[in-house]
């Protein structure tokens, strides 16, 4: 019906999303395809689930703070409270849970599910972003760690990223919470709020910080302050008690760096100021730091989290994973030139000097397409040499034309836009041709 | 931390959305590929957005209005009021819209968005479902019609179903138009009153439609239940006043069916009872009928509506398209085992007679994945025979042991747990093996 209501919408996206153009587009199949290869290659299925949860299942509080401050949280038109996702392991944790004694362990899944945060847009953050997945279920031996963290930089390779661009920095929760517990006799909740305080370290200043330190540990502050500025590894290991040096925590980094070195990764390091903001890490946690100059940040990371599925009733199973976010994936490759350049996807564009040949146009397509080859036609009845900037402008590979010379000599010339090379065929040839 | 609280979540998704478990997305994996691959074969583009949109974007009410009872609105931190898409192409068109000038016409452009909606779940129909939506934007001639509904009719085609499966049933809204117009002098909401009405047809008594039709149309009613109640075209037209037997609109279905009959299909035909929701259609309407005795049902439809992009301020544009979900597509090729068994993707794993060669099998495993090809490593510590138990039941195609004797002697027996057949190899042979 024509008669519609006579307002103008606006064009603009809900603040904070994007639009995918196709030449958008185009950069986000080349990072999840990317990514998919990558992860495959270790054996990694992929899953999925609607962006859309219960908001019981983020009630246990487990997650960063800032994560459940910041939800889209919302009740429906049948009185439920829903959630959008704000990250993925709630949601992975609860479907392993309902199917682990049919899925048998390990288990090693993926997914690229697209999560929301309410917050103001900035570089790097917006409102909805895609962010891969990676969990391992069922091992929990260090070699659990070992795989994640090295297809974390198979990942980063596959880009075209090398060791030097980047960091993968290393810490161990069993570390941090027997030092806690140890030497400053804390527990529950004053643990997490030293873990908090660690993990916004760089955010704060010296002073602002060692005074914060030294209001919740008092006499115990400077050890703490001392342990956290060591250069190294050993170092830290120095100021460590006696008793602590041999600590499980302490033992699995060596172990971690040992391995991971074994395997060709020479960029790993120890770090004692890694926390990563979420509370159901229980032990080694790690984070890929990008080194470029220009863009110095945490790109992503992750780590073991052995009590989440009994949230679930389901029985207590070893999980180790991370996540990666698309948006910082992308500015850390983009920085670097390392997106591919859009290149369109469609074959052939068939141009008609005149309609009355559109049927044998339609038809020449037909028999193209079968060959699963990509190919336009035409209706435009503009002059072919503006069909032909059409095809140029989408970066079409090859023109041809049908008409009256095309059909009563059957011999079709197929030109290559970029080069100008031009191939003469028969109609029963272009199928072929097109497709080698 | 591990004092995670002690609750119990539930593992059940959202009411109405589905998880898709790795062999669930393994068939939505085969339905989206399988149509990229059609469409992209006719030279469209991806694109995606967000499934935030601002409210005010289904604000001009050309959507079926059971849309917009039923779609999911809130209000976020901002104040703002944002809807969960309940379809794609008010979003299509904003986009398109906002770049008209530069984009160049024809746009050819498909995405396979989730879609929200807010209703009872029931067979073939959930609160979440996955859509492909393709689009032709400026091409006014029947040609763009011809193109989307052979596209249609290829999409159903590369899923394995044939010509007598389902049919392609078309209508127009001019012939619609013109006979409420003309004949009935109707317009406006009455207009689209009768249009719905129509379109409820199938669900009410032959009695009950009858009588609400006579309660607006008066006695116009017979003549236009003797219409609608013609069994084919050459029927329907011979019931027409003789000046509208040539009408815009009839020859339209004419072309339509003639053009795609030379095409080769077959199973295209004139229904002019079919309506569609929607108050955005301005010419052809088309829709793909199940002709299954058990699955009798449209499972998708389209057409063309020139109107919408002037509702954001660019020029008139025609357009044309169509919208297929995933959900009804996914019951009619089950219906008729047409879905794909689902198969694993790992090609080999490496079992472990004793983690002492755990160094080794991962050093093994890192060259095999540098070629492409998926492998899992067992840290199980369980017996070779559990072992290999596991990988069968991920369906890997091939295990391989590494213990004393393949390092010792450089010979590793690789076997297709399928056949059983053994493959002797040097360490070295093993990728390319795979690969092949």
Redesign the interface.
Known sequence: ?????K?????????G??????ED??I??YLLNTIR?TV????Y??????????T??Y????SDEIVNEQT?T?????G?S?TLRPEMTPTVS??V???IREL?L?I??YSIP?V?R?EQPQKGRL??HYQLNVDLFG?S?I??E??II?MAS?VMHAFGLEDNDFEIRINS?KIV?AILLDICKLE?EA??TV?RLIDKKEKLSKADFETKLSEILGEKAPLINTLLSSQNFDEFISHLPEGMKAAEGISEIKVVLE?LE???ITNAVFNQSLMRGF????GIVFEVFDKSPENRRALFGGGRF???L????APQTPAVGFGMGDVTLRDALESRKLLPKYT???TL?ICLPDMKY??DA??LA?II?ED??????D??EKKIGDQIK?AE??L?RYIVCVGENELKYDTYKIKELKTGKETELAREEIPAFLKN
Do not use: C
């Open positions: 019906m024509s008669d519609l209501p307002i103008k919408l606006s064009t603009d996206s809900y603040k999303v994007r639009d995918f153009f196709p587009q185009f986000q199949n290869k495959e290659a270790f054996g299925d992929e899953y999925n689930a609607s962006p859309l949860e219960p019981e299942l009630a246990s509080k487990t889209y919302f009740t429906d038109r049948g439920r829903v609860r479907m849970s309902s199917k048998g390990p090693r899944w697209n929301f309410y409102r909805e091992v031996s070699q659990g070992i795989e090295n198979s929760r919470n529950g643990t997490k873990v391995k074994k395997l060709g509370d159901y890490y229980t052995d009590g989440l009994s949230l679930f009733g369109g996807h469609t564009h559109i049927d339609e038809e037909q397409r699963g080859t990509a190919v336009t036609v209706y435009s059409y402008k989408r079409t």
